[in-house]
């Protein structure tokens, strides 16, 4: 089974950094589109940040300038770069895949890794 699991969340003040990780771990052929999501409580979940098996980002206006999305392919690892932290970015950040398995494409959420930002 393939599972997604981020970590990295944590307490930041406004303006500053954290980097948020997402391992893959499990039997599979390849992870193709990736992804960051956050839900903040009361508010929908919305996609932060997606990056391609090529490592081509794409990020939402509200973090564009402020975040960076990368991949290690070798090690099945996502990693999303949050600096210049604000208040709103709070929420609980989760982790996205396409994951490519032997046989077919399951898509795959991570646990979640909750970001405070607050003084």
């Known amino acids: 089974q393939v599972q997604l699991v981020e970590s990295g969340g944590g307490l930041v003040q406004p303006g500053g950094s954290l980097r948020l990780s997402c391992a893959a771990s499990?039997?599979?052929?390849?992870?193709?589109?990736m992804g960051w999501y956050r839900q903040a409580p009361g508010k929908q979940r919305e996609l932060v940040a997606s990056i391609t098996s090529g490592g081509t980002a794409n990020y939402a206006g509200s973090v564009k300038g402020r975040f960076t999305m990368t991949r290690d392919n070798v090690k099945n690892t996502v990693y999303l770069q949050m600096n210049s932290l604000k208040p709103e970015d709070t929420a609980v950040y989760y982790c996205?895949?396409?994951?490519?398995?032997?046989?077919?494409?399951?898509?795959?959420w991570g646990q979640g890794t909750l970001v405070t930002v607050s003084s």
């Open positions: 499990g039997s599979f052929f390849a992870i193709e589109l």
């Open positions: 996205n895949a396409d994951v490519g398995r032997f046989v077919d494409t399951v898509n795959i």
